[in-house]
């Protein structure tokens, strides 16, 4: 079980590996799209990569309502439970 | 009247340098790129062929990791290739709906395609990324050096085996003449050295065995040679209508005077004996370009060191150019650098176009005992060209039947 620090630090290396953003810009409420600039291709890619690396699933249909990087830690640690 | 196309910005990168000054001094010194495979799949799945001629300078030193991680690495060699071409044209200012792109591949994204295969029987179809159908795309060069540059022209990829990147020079000149576009960036781009593609040219005998020697394996004309040496990289060349390239006042290193496209309708690999489509596509190309047979001073052969290949080539070469070919100084400069297959036309044209503005034809090597039955002026040692107006020819035929040539005048 990963503690919330331990999901966004995780992301934020996830993030940082698809698109090379410095992982202290991955913050709770920052937007992937708005704030990240991340497009759909690399959303789906971090999705995938995190699913491994927490052992949890993401399905496709919830991938939408993780706007933020808040979202995306609370579903994970949600999901963990 | 028929707009004039000129070449204005040349870009490399392959086994004898990752840039074109590289490139063209090692060209010009006669030097080996093949070396043996030190992967591990070698042994792994015994392959019969144990070296390639891999690019001097891997993409992964000039592109960005992230940048990479979305590219094929043949699509990572055709941007790096065109970034350098577009830098040399010293284009600024431009009208992108007037940029086109004409680049090619032979084989394409065979990297991406069988990695994600693996992934696939290995973590399940959720693992498979999801930038894998652009990078696999056959396309993927073409549609990425249009984004890159923002060319907004149309953005093509011929695929003619290895005579595709010759047939870009083709498609890019008509693309000028026909006033769809200003500017075109012309190339091909390949990166074919993975297990599958070394173990099929294999099955077919087209590869050369020489494992003891790699450097020695690659010998066009000479009675020992035994296949070619699979190789990789990209070249590119800007193709500018010269009222452009004037009005902007840039250098230009050559006119593209002549291209064509022809089909053997013979056989699905084997070459025509008689080398009638290698014929017909000289004519073709020197009718395109206004050229008498006196006019050309220089070939870049196709000569990628097969038993099989080099000789109808020469048996073309006298048919369109009648005794004049022993006039002729000819470069068979895969002996250097290995057959880079789709790649292979706009590297060798990136070379014509230096030979013509230089007035110097690169090295053969690895000549030793020259096939009587190909009695062609071998370059074997840099030779300076004539002065005056000449016209150089770069050949290049594919599997398929597939003959394409290109005709460089000096300016």
């Avoid at chain 2, 050369?208 to 590119?236: H, I, K, L, W």
Wanted: net charge negative; aromatic share 4%.
């Amino acid at each position: 079980m990963a503690s919330n620090e331990e999901i966004l630090a995780g992301l934020a290396e996830i993030v940082n590996e698809e698109t090379g953003l410095a992982p202290e810009a991955v913050e709770l409420d920052k937007s992937f799209t708005e704030d990240l600039d991340i497009d759909s291709i690399s959303m789906m890619t971090i999705v995938v990569n995190a699913e491994e690396k927490f052992g949890v699933r993401i399905p496709d249909e919830e991938v939408k309502n993780l706007k933020t990087v808040g979202d995306a830690v609370s579903f994970i640690s949600g999901a963990q439970a | 009247m028929t707009r004039k196309v000129v070449i204005t910005g040349l870009g490399a990168t392959t086994p004898i340098g990752g840039d074109v000054p590289t490139m063209w001094n090692n060209a010009l010194k006669g030097v080996s790129g093949a070396r043996t495979l030190e992967d591990d799949w070698v042994a792994k799945y015994e392959l019969p062929v144990h070296f390639a001629a891999r690019c001097s300078t891997p993409a992964l030193e000039v592109l960005s990791r992230v940048e990479a991680k979305r590219m094929d690495p043949s699509t990572q060699f055709g941007v790096i290739a065109a970034r350098e071409a577009w830098a040399d044209s010293g284009i600024t200012e431009f009208d992108q709906d007037r940029l086109a792109v004409a680049f090619a591949t032979g084989i394409g994204g065979v990297w991406t395609l069988l990695d994600a295969w693996d992934t696939l029987k290995e973590k399940g179809p959720r693992r498979v990324l999801p930038m894998t159908v652009p990078m696999l795309m056959p396309n993927g060069v073409a549609a990425a050096v249009s984004l890159d540059l923002g060319a907004r022209a149309g953005a093509h990829t011929p695929v003619s085996a290895c005579a595709s990147g010759t047939e870009a020079m083709h498609l890019g000149l008509e693309l000028i003449r026909s006033g769809k576009a200003d500017v075109v960036m012309c190339g091909g781009a390949e990166a074919a050295i993975h297990p599958m593609p070394l173990a099929a040219f294999a099955s077919m005998q087209a590869l050369s065995r020489r494992n003891d020697d790699p450097q020695g394996a690659s010998r066009p004309y000479d009675t020992a040679r035994d296949g070619f040496v699979m190789g990789e990289g990209a070249g590119a060349l800007v193709l500018e209508a010269e009222e452009h390239a004037l009005a902007r006042g840039a250098r230009i290193y050559a006119e593209l005077a002549g291209t064509s496209v022809t089909a053997d309708a013979y056989h699905i690999t084997a070459p025509d004996p008689e080398g009638l489509g290698a014929t017909r596509a000289l004519k073709a190309a020197m009718f395109d370009g206004r050229i008498q047979a006196e006019d050309v001073v220089h070939v870049n052969a196709h000569a990628t060191s097969t038993p099989v290949g080099d000789k109808p080539e020469y048996t073309a070469l006298r048919a369109a150019l009648g005794a004049h070919v022993d006039n002729v100084a000819v470069s068979a400069t895969k002996s250097q650098m290995g057959h880079l297959l789709g790649a292979s036309g706009a590297v060798e044209a990136v070379l014509t176009v230096l030979a013509v503005h230089e007035r110097k034809a690169p090295v053969t090597i690895n000549l030793e005992n020259q096939d009587p039955e190909i009695p062609l002026d071998v370059v074997t040692s840099a030779r300076d060209l004539p002065a005056g107006s000449i016209v150089a020819l770069s050949n290049s035929f594919g599997f398929g039947g597939h003959n394409a040539v290109v005709a460089i005048r000096s300016v």
